[in-house]
C-alpha cells in the first residue's frame, strides 16, 4: 500500500495529515519538502510502513469505490496494483471517499500479482466484495 498527498501552501498539513490518517491509521506519516516551478514550497506527504489497510478497505468497499472500479478496471488496475486518485477536500472535510477532483490523494494497492491478468485481480476485489477474501 502506498499513499501519497501534496500539501499547498495554502493548505493545512495537519488537515492533510488527518486524511492520511483516515485511509491509514497505523502508517507513520513521512514529510518530503520541496519546491514547485515557479518556486513555492511544496510539502509531499507520504504514508508508510503501513501494515493494515482493513480501514481503507472498508472505506473503499462502503463508499462505492470498488463498485467504481469494476466498470472500468482497465483505468483503474496495472499490473496488480489498483491505483486511485480520491478527493482530498471531501476526505478531509466530509470524511467520505470520491474519486478525482482537482487535488488528490494518490492510493496504490497491490491486489494481484505484477505478471496476472487485469480479469484476475478484478476476480479478487468482486470475491472480496461477496465477503469471499479478506
Same mark, same amino acid.
Given at each position: ?42 510539502? *509531499? #506527504?507520504?504514508?508508510?510502513?503501513? !501494515?493494515?489497510?482493513?480501514?481503507? $478497505?472498508?472505506? /473503499?468497499?462502503?463508499? =462505492? ?15 496488480? *496494483? #489498483?491505483?486511485?486518485?480520491?478527493? !482530498?477536500?471531501?476526505?478531509?472535510? $466530509?470524511?467520505? /471517499?470520491?474519486?478525482? =477532483? ?33
Amino acid at each position: 500500500m502506498r499513499i501519497r498527498a501534496i500539501v499547498h501552501a495554502t493548505e493545512s498539513v495537519a488537515k492533510v495529515k488527518d486524511a492520511l490518517v483516515i485511509l491509514a491509521p497505523d502508517a507513520k506519516i513521512r514529510e518530503n519538502h520541496t519546491t514547485g516551478y515557479h518556486g513555492n514550497e511544496i510539502l *509531499v #506527504l507520504e504514508a508508510v510502513e503501513a !501494515k493494515n489497510c482493513a480501514q481503507m $478497505e472498508e472505506l /473503499l468497499k462502503r463508499e =462505492g469505490i470498488f463498485e467504481e472500479v469494476l466498470k472500468s478496471p482497465e483505468v483503474y488496475i496495472h499490473e496488480g *496494483v #489498483l491505483h486511485l486518485k480520491l478527493d !482530498k477536500q471531501r476526505l478531509y472535510s $466530509e470524511k467520505k /471517499l470520491m474519486l478525482g =477532483g482537482m487535488d488528490t490523494i494518490s492510493v496504490h494497492l497491490r491486489i494481484g500479482s505484477k505478471s496476472e491478468p487485469i480479469a484476475k485481480t478484478v476476480n479478487s476485489i468482486r470475491r472480496f466484495l461477496r465477503g469471499e477474501e479478506k
